[in-house]
T-cell receptor
Framework: DVKVTQSSRYLVKRTGEKVFLECVQD?????MFWYRQDPGLGLRLIYF???????EKGDIPEGYSVSREKKERFSLILESASTNQTSMYLC?????????????FGDGTRLSIL | RKEVEQDPGPFNVPEGATVAFNCTYS??????FFWYRQDCRKEPKLLMS???SGNEDGRFTAQLNRASQYISLLIRDSKLSDSATYLC?????????FGAGTTVTVRA
């Protein structure tokens, strides 16, 4: 069974801090994604990566960056956290673009910026 | 305009009832369609893919209408365990677009 692990379930940070959210998958998936989920808005794609060291902007990349140095790990970075980045962050992975594309999600990180 | 729109509900139904709801999508070039289920404070999990001819998975039936650009999900003989938020998901190329979800609550 696919396992996508996010480093923290709950995180509280202060405005202006640099925040790292880590995600690891154990199924050798090529694609990895970072979303945020807010009430009434659904999941919105922040960034995704289809290979090591490759990254693509999603719908809302502003204020975020990502890093994928190893295939199994995809990190989301908030360069200077702001209160409007308080949200639930979900990491996901999938096998490849050619697959039927079920995405497997991690448990989520509920991030609060004070 | 949102790419995927869903009635947020909630749909409150008794056990054993049938409940159905739709979602509409705006991009006619969308290629694949899915329903995900999300329990409170949990991650989304794939419920089923949606095929052009319609498909069933046990008590769940999904339909796709490309001409009108909507997808439906029907749940028969509802169980308490069906209480969840159901996310409509549409794929084009690499990108998945998620609806905000329809909440279903099944009561005893």
């Amino acid at each position: 069974d696919v396992k996508v692990t996010q480093s923290s379930r709950y995180l509280v940070k202060r405005t202006g801090e640099k925040v790292f959210l880590e995600c690891v998958q154990d199924m050798d998936h090529e694609n990895m994604f970072w979303y945020r989920q807010d009430p009434g808005l659904g999941l919105r794609l922040i960034y995704f990566s289809y290979d090591v060291k490759m990254k693509e902007k999603g719908d809302i990349p502003e204020g975020y960056s990502v890093s994928r140095e190893k295939k199994e790990r995809f990190s989301l970075i908030l360069e200077s956290a702001s209160t409007n980045q308080t949200s639930m962050y979900l990491c996901a992975s999938s096998l490849s673009s050619d697959s039927p594309w079920p995405q497997h999600f991690g448990d989520g990180t509920r991030l609060s910026i004070l | 305009r949102k790419e995927v729109e869903q009635d947020p509900g909630p749909f409150n139904v008794p056990e054993g009832a049938t409940v159905a709801f739709n979602c509409t999508y705006s991009n006619s070039a969308s290629q694949s369609f899915f329903w995900y289920r999300q329990d409170c404070r949990k991650e989304p999990k794939l419920l089923m893919s949606v095929y052009s001819s319609g498909n069933e998975d046990g008590r769940f039936t999904a339909q796709l209408n490309r001409a009108s650009q909507y997808i439906s999900l029907l749940i028969r003989d509802s169980k308490l365990s069906d209480s969840a938020t159901y996310l409509c998901v549409v794929k084009q190329d690499y990108k998945l677009s998620f609806g905000a979800g329809t909440t279903v609550t099944v009561r005893a």
